[in-house]
């Protein structure tokens, strides 16, 4: 007889509300808050209704982990959140060598979908997350997300409208649609004891790589497209408030995105 197929993913089916958790640690001590991560962080959320979406190395910086999480909606992240943080014993028990890594866990983002909120960004993944037990190199995937800044509500707004006209059709034609567009979720903030940034307007690209190589080629085909360089990247560069951020992000051994 045949094994029974990987269970699939647990947590919530729709992301309504996305956080983009960028941790920065202290001087060695990745590898460290990965393992207590992959080990004690992830089954333990998605068992108060999170999604662990996914957890990753900044390749820009070897001090930097990022993680994003989902929830259903504003009211289920307060009930979520609390539920973790406040009663969960895998926090009680582990929260405090996680919290020993770090020097700022405060850089957040909290998102939407750039769409209908209804709609699921992140599709689920044909297999399931590697067990525990996973033997083996890390993925060789790559996942970056490009974050820009737009001066207020309006423009944010306009540019959600030029990003799905313009852009997105390019980066699909490119070889690499995005897998989740966010925007900012402009909701107060429902479980204060963990900050989130204020007062930006922001809509983040997170798109997944294959490989290095993957990506290589999708900027060499993005930048062949005709009026790519010409139209499309100085009209952005024209609406954002300031210089964006992309993050290149390599996954750990249990990232679900990959």
Do not use: K
Not at 28 to 48: I, M, P, T, Y
Not at 79 to 86: D, I, N, R, T
Not at 136 to 162: I, K, M, R, W
């Amino acid at each position: 007889m045949s094994p029974s197929p990987a269970p699939v993913p647990t947590g919530p089916a729709s992301c309504g509300v996305v956080e983009l958790r960028q941790y920065t640690l202290l001087p060695g001590r990745r590898a460290e808050l990965v393992d207590l991560f992959d080990r004690h962080f992830v089954e333990s959320q998605e068992e108060v209704g999170m999604r662990v979406v996914g957890q990753f190395l900044d390749l820009g910086s070897p001090d930097r982990f990022v993680w994003l999480r989902a929830f259903p909606d504003m009211a289920a992240r307060a009930e979520s959140l609390a539920a973790f943080y406040l009663r969960h014993p895998a926090w009680r028990e582990h929260g405090a060598a996680a919290n020993a890594t770090m020097v700022d866990s405060d850089d957040v983002l909290l998102l939407r979908p750039a769409t209908d909120p209804a709609t699921d960004v992140f599709p689920r993944p044909a297999a399931a997350r590697p067990p525990l037990d996973a033997a083996g190199a890390p993925p060789s995937s790559l996942v970056t997300a490009a974050v820009h800044h737009l001066a207020g509500p309006a423009e944010l707004a306009e540019f959600v409208e030029f990003f799905h006209t313009r852009v997105r059709p390019a980066l699909t034609a490119a070889g690499a649609p995005p897998v989740a567009v966010l925007r900012t979720e402009p909701a107060e903030n429902t479980f204060p004891r963990l900050p989130v940034r204020t007062g930006e307007h922001v809509l983040v690209s997170i798109t997944a790589f294959r490989d290095a190589g993957h990506h290589r080629d999708h900027l060499d085909r993005l930048a062949a497209l005709p009026g790519w360089r010409e139209e499309v990247v100085p009209e952005i560069t024209r609406r954002l408030a300031r210089r964006g951020q992309l993050l290149r992000l390599a996954p750990t051994p249990r990232s679900l995105l990959r």
